[in-house]
């Protein structure tokens, strides 16, 4: 095994033992219904009524809005009380991206915006950032859809040998593949 190899093989590795001890000390990973509370959390602002409390339910609290109220107002009292765990692993998910870029020894000198610029495009908005923006909303949204994201379907069911999550990661990849194929031909 070359460098490379090895660093990568490492890595998996680190995530892996990450996922293990999040599943073993607090529960499994996953970060899409963050984005549901985010919503919620505005939502509330707008319409405080829209979530109240409720002594009689588990939860302590009852949604007007259908999802808000699923399994018994759990989602309402998370977005009533948003300092958990999954909120804070979801803000530190770009704090640890940063942290571990300025970290790295080989990254490149040369921003991806100044890349661009030299390669002749005016702006990096239009090549890049717009794309990958409406990207990530759909990837969102179709997490959403789903009722979990790839973190939590995948990574943690696969770990805890969920059937769904190894069907969810096979079509998942059967899909991602000849699309990246196809856009990177595009250019």
């Known amino acids: ?11 998996a590795i680190f995530l892996g033992l990450v996922f293990a001890v999040s599943v073993l000390v607090i529960k499994p990973v996953g970060v899409s219904t963050q984005f549901s509370m985010i919503g919620g959390m505005i939502h509330s602002v707008i319409d405080p009524s ?51 870029w300025t970290l790295d020894p080989n990254k490149r000198k040369k921003t991806q915006q100044e890349a661009l610029r030299q390669a002749g495009v005016k702006s990096a908005v239009e090549k890049y950032y717009i794309r990958e923006l409406a990207g ?3 990837f969102v949204f179709g ?5 979990g994201c790839t973190s939590g379907h995948m990574m943690s069911g696969i770990m805890q040998g969920s059937v769904s999550g190894f069907v969810f990661a096979a079509c998942a990849f059967a899909v991602a593949i000849p ?5 990177k031909k595009l250019g």
């Open 1 to 11: 095994m070359n460098g490379n190899s090895r660093s990568w093989v490492f890595k």
């Open 50 to 100: 829209v979530i109240t409390e409720d002594s009689s339910r588990k939860s302590g609290y009852r949604s007007t809005n259908a999802y808000y109220d699923k399994s018994e107002g759990s989602l309402a009292k998370s977005i009533k009380n948003p300092l958990n765990f999954a909120m804070v692993f979801l803000l530190a998910i770009p704090l640890g991206g940063f942290i571990a």
């Open 179 to 183: 699309v990246a194929k196809s856009l």
């Open 136 to 138: 990530g909303f759909i």
């Open 143 to 147: 997490a959403r859809l789903a009722d």
